[in-house]
């Protein structure tokens, strides 16, 4: 018999304690009001006056408790509330690298991989016969020794250079990155949150790089008006700004940083929803069109992204919005570096389309 047939929707039951379960919305929340701890207590009572989130043997004051007993929330001297611990931050980072780079944090084995070979920092399989030059902890002494009693027998036994095999090892490559952040006012213009997606994005990036990448540098620059640095551990207290965006002042701050940077890979990350809309001029003043799209910005821009590629700098712009104005900018912007973008939706942060320039090709992610 064709058909549908339909039945009454059991959900499964969540058998995560009543602390865990307020965990998660904590720390999601905890990233859209910035760290602030009295506010996103403020949002999760409103929510569980709504939807019956605590019960009467479990309610919010007994799980404010226990987040301070262990050690997730501590309180302000002067008790004027609460803030984050060590602990909620590093927490809040691996929440968001799992959210946006779930199927991609297996891969890294903590170093780069590089093409080359010769004189390295892993071994592989491959052998070669010995050169000069290489070292002494290249040599498989067990392979060399069974060539030298192939050529000479057991009985006379003698080891020359043209017994000796090397093993092959691969060279590791270490990165220098810059990751850019834009907190101009746009990034929550029209109602949209774009600032929430783009801390996210931020947070798992340094957490892939801090964690799988350990012997990288990794450096943090919001850009407004202007652009300075910040620490990783301030990512989750980001706030956007009455700023308009000077992109050309965050890539030239990257450009200082990774000058400065004795390796030889490096690398820009920019989160942003695309939109130049501010330059510095010499004299200190600001020339500024708040509608985007100005000729001498765009143009400068684009300039200091053609600068970067030069200097064999890539950049990887990870573009929050789906507006096609404001990706005509980071379609020319990226062909210009012949670096790569990543495009997504509000909704959708764990998906992205990727544009890899190099290699003029697009996909899913």
């Known amino acids: 018999m064709s058909g549908h047939r339909f039945q009454k929707y059991i959900p ?5 304690s009543p ?3 307020l965990l998660e919305l904590f ?9 602030d701890v009295d506010e996103t207590f403020s949002w999760m009572k409103e929510l569980d006056d709504e939807h019956g989130l605590t019960t009467p043997q479990y309610t919010l004051k007994d799980f404010r408790k226990e987040l301070e007993e ?29 959210q946006v780079f779930g199927k991609m944090k297996k891969s890294g084995g903590g170093k780069h991989r590089s093409p080359h070979v010769g004189t390295g920092d892993e071994t592989n399989t ?8 290489d070292s002494n902890n290249q040599i498989d002494f067990t392979a060399s020794i069974r060539n030298s009693q192939l050529r000479s027998g057991i009985d006379e036994f003698s080891l020359r250079e043209e017994d000796l095999e090397v093993l092959e090892q691969e060279h590791r490559s270490q990165m220098s990155t810059v990751l850019m952040i834009d907190i101009s006012h746009s990034m929550i213009l029209y109602g949209e949150d774009r600032i929430t997606p783009a801390k996210k994005v931020a947070m798992a990036l340094a957490e892939l790089i801090t964690t799988q990448y350990p012997k990288d540098t990794l450096d943090v620059v919001v850009f407004g008006n202007d652009a300075w640095e910040v620490s990783i551990k301030e990512l989750p207290y980001l706030q956007v700004g009455p700023f308009h965006t000077n992109t050309v002042a965050g890539l030239e701050l990257a450009m200082d940083i990774l000058r400065k940077k004795k390796t030889t890979n490096k690398q820009i990350f920019m989160i ?12 200190g003043s600001y020339y500024q069109n708040s509608f985007g799209h100005d000729p001498k910005i765009i143009n400068k821009t684009i300039g200091v992204g053609v600068k970067c590629r030069k200097a064999g700098i890539p950049i990887t712009t990870f573009m929050i919005a789906q507006d096609p104005y404001l990706q005509a900018f980071v379609e020319d912007f990226t062909e210009a570096n012949k670096g790569k973008a990543f495009y997504s939706s509000l909704q959708g942060l764990g998906e992205f389309i990727f544009a890899d320039y190099q290699k003029n090709k697009r996909r899913r992610v």
């Open 126 to 133: 491959d052998r070669r016969p010995f050169q000069f030059g």
């Open 12 to 16: 499964e039951a969540d058998e995560r």
């Open 70 to 98: 262990r050690s997730y929330v501590e309180e302000v001297r002067d008790g004027s509330g609460g803030k984050m611990s060590v602990k909620t931050e590093k927490l809040i980072r691996k929440r968001s690298l799992d």
């Open 272 to 283: 942003t929803d695309g939109k130049p809309t501010c330059l510095k001029e010499p004299d």
């Open 27 to 35: 720390l999601e929340l905890m990233v859209h009001t910035s760290g």
């Open 19 to 21: 602390f865990d379960r």
